[in-house]
């Protein structure tokens, strides 16, 4: 029987932490991290909140309720689809996609200080093994 030390749960924590605090500086109107996934979801030619929750394996009213704090914040806005006036498109506004940009670029500093500090390869296999994992159902 293997011991574990530390419940995987926690190590994730770990990793979880340093990154809420590198990015904490992207917190603006109310808005957490956890937005910046569903601001990354939006497609250029927009997306209802159902395909948008389908994508991003969330509960329509999860999404929803995200998407109401995105329209609110102005990040993204909500428009009636031409063709059929039933469904509602969220589409990125221009401060929804300066958002996005500064968030990209924000994780793409951590991500690279964690290769600094563990070495380019070793971040590399680890940034792949997690990939893998998050595949599986």
Do not use: N, W
Not at 21 to 28: E, I, R
Not at 77 to 92: C, I, K, M, S, Y
Not at 120 to 131: G, H, K, Q
């Amino acid at each position: 029987m293997t011991v574990v030390k530390e419940i995987l749960p926690d190590l994730l924590g770990g990793v979880f932490a340093r990154l809420r605090s590198d990015l904490a500086h992207l917190t603006v109107d109310g808005l957490r991290f956890s937005h910046v996934r569903v601001l990354d979801g939006v497609p250029a030619e927009g997306a209802s909140v159902t395909v948008l929750a389908a994508h991003l394996g969330m509960t329509k009213q999860g999404c929803g309720q995200f998407v109401a704090q995105l329209e609110r914040s102005g990040h993204v806005r909500v428009e009636t689809a031409r063709g059929d006036r039933r469904v509602r498109l969220v589409r990125l506004t221009p401060e929804g996609e300066r958002f996005l940009a500064r968030a990209h670029a924000a994780i793409a500093a951590a991500e690279e200080e964690f290769a600094a500090e563990v070495g380019p390869r070793r971040y590399a296999t680890f940034r792949r093994v997690l990939e893998e994992l998050g595949e599986r159902p």
